[in-house]
């Protein structure tokens, strides 16, 4: 993660945060290569992913990252999720 920019962060966190605006594709269940889905990556760390989509996101949910990420991590599970308008949510996905 050396060529990313640090996110400036007022909050403690575990793992320091890095923009990564990149277009992504996900699956869930994370298993599931039938239906995949378009998203926006918006910053990561060691420990999870920010990221956007037009499909609903829920809390909870697992879900298979499909593109190539700078961390070891292939899945997560969605710790918090919001919806930013009528289209467009915004979740914070924790890797497993």
């Known amino acids: 993660m050396n ?5 400036d962060d007022s909050k403690k966190r575990r793992y320091e945060r890095h923009v990564f605006s990149r277009a992504i ?5 994370p298993g599931d290569a ?9 910053n990561i760390s060691e420990a999870g992913l920010c990221f956007a ?16 990420l700078p961390v070891l ?3 997560g599970v969605v710790i918090w999720s919001r919806k ?3 289209t467009l949510y915004k979740a ?4 497993l």
């Open 3 to 7: 060529d990313m920019v640090a996110v």
């Open 25 to 29: 594709e996900y699956v869930v269940p």
């Open 34 to 42: 039938k239906k995949v889905i378009k998203g926006y990556a918006i």
């Open 53 to 68: 989509s037009t499909n609903v996101i829920n809390e909870g949910q697992e879900i298979g990252i499909k593109t190539e």
């Open 73 to 75: 991590h292939r899945r």
């Open 84 to 86: 930013i308008d009528e």
């Open 92 to 95: 914070g996905l924790r890797f």
